[in-house]
């Protein structure tokens, strides 16, 4: 049996952001029951109930193991049920939580070897003392089991595999042309299995467009948490909240002939859930108009704390 937590819901800079004022973010900040807040996107996944893995460490994973006591010490003066961190890409929103991992206690952290380069580029990531944490790379459709420190298994199985997407913002370079320098490893999902009973969901935080590898991949998944970051393209211009259009940050978005609503009509999929999504999409206001069309497509928003058993 898998459960998956979704320890944060939204995308880079929660729910309100820290400076944003448009109407949902002031909604949320009066604690409008509309407008629920929402940390940096997270999930944990457990096979046994007492062994978790984190997938992406984000800004906020303090909180957010507070928050859940799925994540709190059960024994002893040090413990943590966190057996293993597995990272996405090297969004500062998906690595920073890292550093916040640093006490000197057993992990493990597996990443493609192109964010490991990164973690490694930055000596503050030195602070996750390697007598205590082990970085382990990972391979696109290479299955792995993430494994404690000490060796032990966890009971899942996961196959990363590359989607479309782009680098992380603070590693664009623009000599490299229009795609920033961009290569395979930079934005992955993850197949993630119960090695007992095969069950697996797929785990999608960013993608740009529907491929023909994560279409393969849907088939026969029993929950896909997908990318819903934006509602419309040109969302961010539009409120002034920024200069960037979805397709620009390498993400797909959720309205269109083109969008994600429209692109998965037809999936087979037994549940869809929306997850990372940014404080401009209206969908994060449970009365907004876009949230009943997300609704009416068979789709869910994730929200924190929410917990599924598969």
């Not at 604690?31 to 999930?43: K, L, M």
């Not at 309205?255 to 692109?263: I, N, V």
Request: charged fraction near 20%; proline fraction near 6%; glycine fraction near 10%.
């Amino acid at each position: 049996m898998l459960r998956v937590l979704v320890l944060g819901a939204a995308a880079g800079g929660g729910f309100p952001q820290w400076n944003s004022n448009n109407e949902a973010s002031q909604r949320a900040r009066r604690g409008d029951p509309a407008a629920r807040p929402s940390s940096q996107s997270s999930i944990a996944v457990s096979a046994d109930g007492e062994n978790w893995v984190l997938f992406n460490a984000s800004p906020d994973i303090r909180q957010q193991i507070n928050d859940n006591p799925q994540m709190h010490p059960q024994r002893g003066v040090r413990h943590s049920p966190i057996a293993a961190v597995v990272l996405t890409n090297g969004d500062v929103d998906h690595v920073a939580g890292l550093l916040t991992l640093r006490e000197r206690y057993p992990l493990a952290v597996y990443a493609t070897g192109r964010v490991l380069e990164v973690l490694s580029a930055n000596s503050i990531f030195n602070v996750l003392n390697p007598e205590f944490v082990d970085r382990r790379s990972i391979a696109l459709n290479q299955g792995f089991e993430p494994r404690k420190k000490d060796g032990s298994g966890t009971g899942l199985r996961i196959v990363p595999f590359a989607v479309p997407g782009k680098v992380a913002l603070y590693l664009e370079d623009e000599s490299a042309g229009s795609n920033f320098g961009t290569v395979e490893e930079d934005t992955i999902a993850l197949r993630v299995e119960d090695r007992k009973s095969g069950t697996y969901f797929l785990y999608v935080p960013a993608c740009a467009k529907l491929s023909d590898t994560l279409t393969k991949q849907l088939d026969g998944a029993s929950l896909l948490l997908f990318d819903g970051t934006l509602w419309q393209d040109d969302e961010m211009p539009l409120q002034g909240a920024g200069s960037k259009t979805g397709q620009r940050m390498g993400h797909m978005s959720l309205s269109g002939p083109e969008g994600t609503l429209a692109a998965f009509a037809e999936s087979p999929v037994e549940r869809k859930v929306l997850i990372h999504i940014n404080n401009t999409n209206p969908i994060l206001l449970s009365d907004s108009p876009e949230r009943a069309a997300v609704e009416d497509a068979g789709w869910q928003v994730a929200y924190d704390g929410m917990e599924i058993t598969l």
